[in-house]
């Protein structure tokens, strides 16, 4: 009989803690501006854009090196030239 | 692309193959439950959303990996977003409880609005408690109370079978019900 008591006197308290965990995990409904703000981000490029980019970059990484690469060459040209020629004056 | 127009097939179909609107659609569908599921996890409203944010950047771009196995794809997301929070926990190096007095108030679908200005501090201890149990424990009530899933649902979503659901809540009910016990707290139920 105390048995009987114990069960039905833990099945009122875990009734009880059921609703008590009912009223407090309830949904709630997120800000509106955080769902657009959320929705804006969403709309970010994807990632075959973002590759597109990234591959757009390195080619004018490329060019950039490359135009560099030609300015020295020609400053070195243009410098071994005037060693030249005015080591020629001297002679 | 009006919502009610495609079934959850072919907005999952179109979106796997890049279609960012299909996407758009199951965005629309799932981030009030994302929101609510990482909210209940890290107790910020803040953090609740940049990783809800996240959530749907991470499922974007892996969305063309998404296959139907006959689970739901609200447990995929679920996943992501349990991957998620976990790291999110980790880095924080401690598990972030919400203070008392910092519950933010927002909207409760079906209640009285009276009812959502007012937590009370049973309420409050609750959630503490709740907090303090296993990731899994939560998911699980987050699933049941906020969800309203059913076992069976619950069991998709955790890759667990149902009995297995339901014998965990059993223990997780005990177990709140003992934590209370030890912290003098007593519930009544409305």
């Known amino acids: 009989m105390k048995r009987i008591d ?57 060019v950039f090196g490359g135009v560099m690469s030609g300015v020295l060459v020609i400053i070195t040209v243009a410098r071994a030239l005037f060693h030249f020629l005015a080591r020629r004056q001297t002679l | 692309m009006p919502d009610a127009e495609f079934t959850e097939e072919e907005v999952l179909a ?39 944010a996240r959530v749907f950047q991470r499922a ?63 309420e409050g201890a609750l959630l503490k408690l709740i907090r303090k149990l296993p990731p899994e424990r939560q998911n699980l009530l987050i699933l049941k109370f906020v969800e309203n899933l059913s076992n069976a649902e619950i069991g998709q979503t955790l890759g667990r079978s149902e009995g297995a659901v339901k014998s965990l809540y059993h223990r997780t009910l005990l177990a709140l019900r003992d934590q209370l016990g030890d912290q003098n707290i007593s519930l009544d139920a409305d």
């Open chain 1, 6 to 62: 114990h069960k039905s006197n833990m099945h009122e308290s875990l009734e009880g803690l059921e609703s008590a965990l009912a009223g407090t995990l309830h949904r709630i409904r997120p800000p509106y501006d955080m769902v657009r703000r959320l929705r804006q981000r969403m709309q970010m490029p994807n990632r075959e854009e973002l590759a597109s980019r990234l591959g757009d970059w390195r080619r004018l990484f490329v």
């Open chain 2, 14 to 52: 179109r979106a796997s193959g890049g279609d960012r609107e299909a996407f758009g659609l199951l965005y629309e569908r799932y981030v009030e439950r994302i929101f609510n599921y990482v909210y209940y996890r890290t107790g910020n409203l803040h953090d609740a959303e940049d990783l809800t």
């Open chain 2, 60 to 122: 974007m771009n892996h969305i063309h990996k998404y296959t139907d196995r006959g689970v739901p794809f609200s447990a995929w997301l679920y996943r992501i977003a349990h991957n998620l929070v976990a790291n999110w926990h980790r880095d924080r190096g401690r598990r972030q409880e919400i203070p008392l007095n910092d519950v933010p108030v927002l909207p409760s679908k079906g209640d009285h609005p009276e009812k959502n200005l007012v937590r009370t501090q049973e």
